[in-house]
């Protein structure tokens, strides 16, 4: 079995080292998940996050989102297992790509990632417009309004919900996706997000 980030051999670990850590299978190999750093004091009021955005996770996006390397999605599907344990009764809503944006990327990254973690989810947003926030001011950003529309279901809106997002700069889009959900009637809702590109409290920021 090979890393799927450096492609060297993985070490088998000896079953009680497996048992040990309640996991069979590896897809990177440990100097690999090293290299990310896992969250330790949430950067973002009312989301939690699991990495930082460093070097080593800026290569792997760009290497799964860019790169179209859907085999990525299997790096992480123990942590987001863990990660979304908590919320088990939730239904889980990832924040959608346009469809136009879809064609382009070929694959929806959130939903992959639910989807190798065997974590279900729902789609309850639909994006109506294919500008990208990461190309606007802060302000810009701000201004912003209509980002999402509901999609017809069902749920009753008390269901607890859970949206997720691959990664989290100024919390924009996170906002916008919870208002309108909010909009709608929907009451209990968390917000996971898996790479936060904050490092600390509020007010100490690396990134926008
Ligand atoms: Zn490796």
Not at 18 to 40: D, G, I, N, P, Y
Request: proline share 3%; hydrophobic share 40%; net charge positive.
């Amino acid at each position: 079995m090979y890393c799927l980030l450096c492609h060297q051999p993985i070490q088998q670990l000896s079953t009680w080292q497996a048992l040990f850590q309640k996991c069979t299978t590896f897809q990177a190999c440990a100097k690999c998940m090293a290299k990310f750093e896992r969250v330790e004091e949430q950067p973002y009021e009312n989301v939690k996050t699991l990495f930082y955005y460093n070097d080593a996770m800026r290569d792997y996006i760009h290497r799964y989102k860019f790169g179209l390397d859907i085999a990525l999605a299997h790096v992480f599907k123990e942590h987001i297992q863990q990660f979304l344990k908590p919320y088990k009764n939730a239904t889980f809503v990832p924040i959608p790509l346009h469809p136009e944006k879809l064609k382009q990327r070929t694959f929806a990254q959130v939903d992959e990632l639910l989807r190798v973690a065997n974590v279900p989810f729902v789609h309850l947003l639909e994006k109506m417009t294919l500008d990208s926030q990461s190309g606007k001011t802060l302000i810009e950003r701000k201004q912003t309004t209509a980002l999402f529309r509901r999609n017809r279901t069902n749920l009753k809106k008390d269901t607890h919900v859970v949206l997720v997002d691959d990664i989290i700069t100024t919390g924009t889009t996170i906002r916008l996706a919870r208002e309108t959900l909010e909009a709608d009637g929907f009451t209990n809702i968390s917000v996971v997000v898996f790479i936060s590109a904050r490092f600390r409290k509020r007010g100490d920021l690396q990134h926008g």
